[in-house]
């Protein structure tokens, strides 16, 4: 049996979870695979060593059941409950929940009436014009599913950084463990820590290439061989994922390594900057006039010998960094180490699954000096928004947990929720209790754009809104971001002393690198936040980390990298 890790078993429980939905089954039944599936996903440790161990149960929303559901996928690749259930609806099925404007009853209408049993058959279908006259398909909602396959079909070609960058190190470490293996890494896209990557890309050093060869046919994480030649094999793993391995000499490693790390621009960028010293580059080594080799064993000589420093992987995307670097400017990027807390967080109050005591002790395990508890404000009542009389509740609570002194400090903050007209929920005599407030946008997704940009700045204007959530409120691969005018929008953060929080959720990483750099050359502070609504997720920091290092965010710039004294200065409302 291939090996499977935790992203391919998340996602065969949300697969199934998906299944039974359209199936009628019991919506309890059917969360309770898709909350499974999620904590599985945010578990730090290879799952398969937890259930070696026994210890399944420590998993957020897996009891027994659940339990013996991933022994069985893992012993064997399948489970009782889901043969029972695909004896009736093909698993296949499930696909068509990707697709915009197809929910569980049009899934199983298509499959029934139509036979329509994946994504190929649906857009057969389509241009065969047989969902004409099937209930619920009208003449817009055709439309709307024909383009919803075009944007599947375009987003299911790439996965999640956060489900492709351990499947990248755990074949990178496999192969590192070979005997005549020098040096393994990630490469390509994945090591530039981009949010979504296509295939899985490790590169090799080593002297004996068929025997590195060999070795990852044999992998136990490789279900199939797509190609195998002198120097690369590439591979489907059990994730269902390429993965292309390549080999050089180890003289040449740094030079590979750069070359197959950098952008097509960041590369075409040095080729001419090492023309113009009447040098070659190449990922075989960096080589004069005559021939001889110049650079090549380290990325630091490939990019010394071009009057350069090494420069982080994550912003070799020719955004101006080159520059930056024959001047010896590069900037200081922010790491894990820096943060000192997390200013958005969720508990039971409303739709958390974490309680605000363990929370904090989670917080004082990552060495947190600070923790803030933003659940939802009034008006998200879907998810059980607080009135004034539970944040009392929640405020009592607080005060005696920070009471203790013994564990982070626990901040009394709110997500607000911004409406049509870009106000929020409480007054501000409500608005003025809490330590700082966070006001994000929950609904209005296909608004105009000048709609949806003017209801963040004139959130924005309201003095007791500190930080704005997740800006663009997209859902990579499942939605697509609020149209905005991102300029105004920062524009608008620097004139109020608003920070724009990153958001790092592996769905979200909003905002994105590109705004990020934006919000930087402004002025505008950032906040690094999980959005956390369970405790394993304060573990998402470092999805955040990584996109905020693509966007040049230096400690300096990241609110919740200042020490607590600090931060509070830096506030809006404190500096008013």
């Known amino acids: 049996m291939p090996e499977y890790d935790n992203a391919t078993i998340g996602g065969m429980l949300d697969d199934f979870g998906d299944l039974l939905e359209i199936a009628g089954a019991d919506r309890y039944r059917t969360l309770s695979y898709h909350k499974a599936a999620h904590a599985i996903r945010a578990w730090d440790e290879d799952i398969t060593r937890t259930a070696a161990e026994g210890r399944l149960g420590e998993i957020p929303g897996v009891g027994a059941k659940l339990g013996a559901v991933i022994s069985s996928i893992i012993a064997r690749g399948s489970f009782p409950e889901f043969e029972e259930v695909a004896q009736s609806l093909p ?50 909602t ?67 290439p068929a025997a590195v060869m060999e070795a990852v046919r044999l992998l136990p994480m490789v279900t199939s061989v797509v190609a195998s030649e002198e120097t690369k094999t590439s591979v489907l793993t059990a994730s269902g994922r390429q993965a292309d391995v390549r080999v050089v000499a180890p003289e040449s490693w740094g030079a590979a390594l750069q070359y197959f790390t950098g952008s097509a621009g960041h590369n075409v960028r040095l080729r001419e900057i090492a023309k113009a010293r009447s040098l070659k580059i190449s990922e075989y080594g960096v080589f004069d006039a005559t021939g001889s080799r110049v650079a090549g064993a380290t990325e630091e000589d490939v990019y010394a010998v071009l009057g350069m420093p090494l420069m982080p992987p994550e ?16 900037p200081e990027l922010v790491t894990a180490g820096d943060i000192r807390g997390d200013l958005h967080s969720h508990t039971p109050a409303t739709d958390g699954k974490s309680s605000l005591e363990k929370n904090r002790q989670r917080a004082a395990e990552l060495g947190y ?69 966070i006001a994000s946008l929950h609904h209005g997704f296909g608004q105009p754009r000048e709609k ?63 705004h990020l750099r934006l919000a930087r050359k402004a002025g505008v502070s950032i906040c690094i936040s999980t959005d956390a609504h369970d405790a394993t997720h ?33 506030l809006k409302r404190n500096r008013r």
């Open 452 to 514: 949806a940009t003017q209801r963040l700045l004139r959130a924005m204007e309201n003095p007791y809104v500190d930080i704005i959530g997740h800006p663009t409120g997209r859902l990579l691969g499942r939605r697509e971001p609020f149209d905005l005018d991102m300029e105004a929008v920062v524009a608008k953060a620097a004139e109020t002393g608003t920070a724009l929080e990153l958001n790092a959720h592996p769905e979200r990483l909003d905002l994105n690198d590109v």
């Open 538 to 570: 304060f573990s998402f920091l470092k999805w955040g980390v990584a996109t905020a290092r693509r966007g040049w965010i230096g400690p300096a710039d990241v609110l919740n990298a200042q020490p607590l004294d600090v931060l509070v200065a830096r």
């Open 315 to 330: 912003i070799r995307e020719n955004t101006g960094e080159i520059d930056l670097a024959l001047r010896g400017e590069l």
């Open 142 to 208: 055709i439309d709307n599913v024909r383009a919803g396959i075009e944007r599947y079909r375009a987003i299911s070609a790439r996965m999640l950084l956060a489900d492709a960058l351990p499947l990248a190190e755990r074949l990178a470490a496999s192969l590192d463990e070979l005997p005549v293996v020098e040096a393994a890494s990630l490469a390509g896209s994945i090591r530039r820590m981009k949010e979504t990557v296509g295939d899985v890309d490790v590169l090799v050093a080593s002297r004996d």
């Open 369 to 437: 000096e600070y923790l803030g508890c933003s659940d939802h404000a009034y008006d998200l009542r879907m998810v059980g928004g607080l009135d004034l009389s539970q944040l009392e509740e929640q405020w009592d609570e607080i005060d005696t947990l920070n009471a203790l002194g013994d564990g982070p400090v626990l901040l009394k903050a709110i997500e607000l929720n911004i409406d049509d007209e870009g106000g929020v929920d409480y007054p501000h005599d409500v608005l003025a209790r809490f330590d700082y407030c």
């Open 91 to 140: 698993a296949s099925i499930t696909e068509l929940m990707r697709v915009s404007g197809v929910g569980p009853k049009k899934a199983k209408a298509l499959y029934e009436e139509r036979g329509v049993a994946s994504v190929n058959d649906l857009a057969e279908a389509l241009e065969e014009g047989r969902l004409e006259g099937l209930p619920g398909f009208g003449a817009k």
